[in-house]
């Protein structure tokens, strides 16, 4: 098991070192300069040299990205080239309103898409079978705007239940803060809970037919305890796997959800440095989501033993 860890730790440095080549590498030789647009439509020439020379941007792209990685191992992700603040301050800033809609999201995709699939499996090819994988089918079709916009409609603007857009920080109160988050949570869970229902689906189907499940069910065990005991912890790992990617790859739904419903999370921040080609917002968050993604990979690895001990690394 350590000498597993190990390797696994490695393989995330090598990891991150790719992903921080390709995220330098990928906004620098993309089009666009942004010490142009820093400088305004009426610069002159000489004006978006300068600025040039002050970012460091004529330096060539080996010395610009071994300053750069010197700067991120030191804490230091640069300074916004708008907003001219250090990044760090402003994902910061941002973090409370995409880690809530995040949280939340999966937790409700985990509990009700496991619950769906096992249900699913269990009534194999009945009506509530049929029923449950239709709507997996048309939650992973559907578009995440297209539910968002409405949503929007039938409970906010129709019915006035809940909040249009915009976020309450939980300090204000718990149930403005969850009031501001069930719409999006709700839109952004769709596709998340489709996915895992049919993964768990399809797993606890193979192990209800294993032989040991017949043999539990010819020695009178309870249909709980056979879906929960047995079956579910042994369909456990590919379960997890599709959790924890799942959640990992939330970012891109987050963008989508968080401009639809006006929240100032981090995936606005996004969008708005992308519009503004400000590399440093946009290399700090690429980067931190990279090392998120790798660490959740590293825990979904390590639970596996947890759920199933035949697993050994």
Not at 116 to 127: D, E, K, T, V, Y
Not at 179 to 190: D, E, F, G, K, N
Not at 242 to 269: C, D, K, M, Q, Y
Not at 296 to 305: E, G, M, P, Q, R
Request: some cysteine.
């Amino acid at each position: 098991m350590g000498t597993y860890v190990v390797r696994r730790m490695f393989s995330t440095v090598a990891v991150m070192a790719m992903v921080g080549i390709f995220v330098f590498l990928l906004l620098r030789l993309a089009p666009g300069d942004p010490a142009a647009m820093i400088a305004g439509k009426s610069a002159t020439a000489e004006v978006i040299a300068g600025i040039r020379q002050q970012m460091g941007l004529n330096d060539p792209i080996p010395v610009q990205f071994i300053r750069w990685v010197r700067d991120i191992l030191g804490g230091d992700f640069g300074t916004s080239i708008f907003a001219g603040r250090p990044v760090l301050e402003l994902i910061s800033q941002r973090l409370e309103p995409t880690l809530s809609l995040s949280i939340l999201t999966m937790v409700l995709s985990a509990t009700v898409g496991v619950c769906f699939g096992i249900l699913a499996a269990w009534r194999a090819g009945g009506l509530v079978d049929r029923i449950l994988t239709g709507f997996a089918t048309l939650g992973f079709s559907v578009p995440v705007f297209v539910v968002g916009f409405f949503l929007i409609y039938f409970f906010a603007i129709k019915t006035h239940w809940l909040p249009v857009q915009g976020y309450q920080p939980i300090e204000s109160g718990f149930w403005p803060w969850l009031m501001h988050l069930i719409l999006p949570t709700i839109t952004l869970s769709i596709p998340y809970l489709a996915f895992i229902a049919r993964i768990t689906r399809a797993s606890m189907l193979e192990v209800l037919s294993e032989d040991y499940m017949r043999t539990a069910a010819a020695k009178g065990a309870s249909s709980y305890s056979m879906l929960v005991h047995h079956a579910l912890k042994n369909a456990g790992a590919p379960i997890l796997t599709v959790i924890g990617l799942s959640f990992a790859g939330l970012v891109g739904g987050v963008v989508i959800t968080e401009t639809v419903f006006n929240i100032p999370g981090v995936g606005r921040l996004v969008v708005d440095a992308i519009n503004n080609r400000d590399y440093p917002i946009i290399q700090g968050v690429l980067i931190l989501v990279a090392g998120l993604y790798v660490l959740i990979n590293l825990a979904v690895d390590l639970s596996y033993t947890l759920v199933d001990p035949r697993i050994r690394y």
